[in-house]
């Protein structure tokens, strides 16, 4: 059972990521790309990561891809002219995907977890958060130093004048 | 228990998918998608392979992806706006007039 989860959402995280190739609009990939990182997610939690599932919701699916699909809609770049921004019929495979992917956590849940808990190593957040601020304590402040210069470069090509 | 083989052959799926939307997708927001795509095959594979060994390093390091993420996705952004406002690009095509010309147009 654990087994037919896994495979399913990762069959649903492939899915999703072939049918950017395929999808014409930029919003419709961005849609898709969000399915494929909830089912890669549940992958994670299915692996025994469960901080990872949840940075992968909310940092990923939550704060990056919300970036995205806010910019592409700022920004109105037209790839093809006088295309409307959603096409409504192009909303079944994401919203068959993105159902699918729930059942599959609907399934999830629904068992006793207790029958697969023997058999998975979760290493949880006090480990990680052992190792990162441990041994790993130089690559948060290499990340700390990247996200300042992140916010200079912003800051330094959105600046108004100068055009 | 699922082998480590098995999910680091659907993290090179993911990965070679996202190459292709690189490759054959020619359009900018195409091409970030794509690399998103690509990164979330390398966490996959960070993850898969920590958990294969027991500790918690692969997942200290799609920490680090994750961030390394942000930090591109923002500046990568601007840039494909700063593109179209400046030469009306949205692919990549009409971007490889790095000579004079740009000079020219853009003052």
């Known amino acids: 059972m654990y087994e037919f989860i896994f495979y399913l959402s990762s069959v649903i995280a492939v899915i999703a990521a072939g049918a950017i190739l395929?999808?014409?609009?930029?919003?419709?990939?961005?849609?898709?790309?969000?399915?494929?990182?909830?089912?890669?997610?549940?992958?994670?939690?299915?692996?025994?990561?469960?901080?990872?599932a949840a940075f992968q919701v909310m940092l990923y699916a939550g704060?990056?891809?919300?970036?995205?699909?806010?910019?592409?809609?700022?920004?109105?770049?037209?790839?093809?002219?006088?295309?409307?921004?959603?096409?409504?019929?192009?909303?079944?495979?994401?919203?068959?995907?993105?159902?699918?992917?729930?059942?599959?956590?609907?399934?999830?849940?629904?068992?006793?977890?207790?029958?697969?808990?023997?058999?998975i190593m979760v290493i949880g957040p006090t480990a990680v958060g052992n190792a990162l601020f441990g041994p790993y304590l130089v690559v948060v402040e290499a990340a700390a130093i990247l996200l300042l210069a992140a916010l200079v470069a912003a800051l330094y090509l959105s600046r108004k004048g100068k055009r | 228990m699922i082998p480590l083989s098995h999910s680091l052959a659907i993290a090179a799926l993911l990965f070679v998918l996202g190459l292709a939307v690189v490759l054959l997708r020619r359009e900018l927001l195409f091409i970030l998608i794509g690399l998103e795509v690509m990164l979330?095959?390398?966490?996959?594979?960070?993850?898969a392979a920590g958990q294969y060994w027991g500790n918690a390093d692969g997942q200290v390091l799609v920490i680090m992806l994750?961030?390394?993420?942000?930090?591109?996705?923002?500046?990568a952004l601007i840039l494909v706006w700063l593109a179209y406002d400046h030469y009306k690009a949205v692919r990549v095509e009409t971007l490889t007039h790095l000579k004079d010309e740009t000079e020219r147009s853009s003052s």
């Not at chain 2, 994750?66 to 500046?75: G, L, Y």
Request: proline share 4%; no cysteine; glycine share 4%.
């Open chain 1, 22 to 52: 395929v999808v014409r609009h930029p919003v419709h990939a961005a849609l898709y790309l969000i399915v494929s990182l909830l089912a890669l997610a549940l992958l994670f939690f299915l692996l025994g990561a469960p901080l990872l």
């Open chain 1, 63 to 119: 704060a990056i891809l919300v970036l995205f699909l806010f910019m592409m809609m700022v920004m109105n770049l037209r790839t093809e002219r006088n295309l409307p921004l959603l096409l409504p019929a192009n909303w079944g495979g994401m919203a068959l995907l993105a159902l699918l992917l729930w059942l599959v956590l609907l399934l999830l849940l629904s068992r006793s977890s207790l029958d697969m808990a023997d058999n």
């Open chain 2, 40 to 47: 979330n095959g390398v966490a996959l594979t960070a993850i």
């Open chain 2, 66 to 75: 994750m961030t390394v993420t942000a930090a591109e996705v923002v500046v």
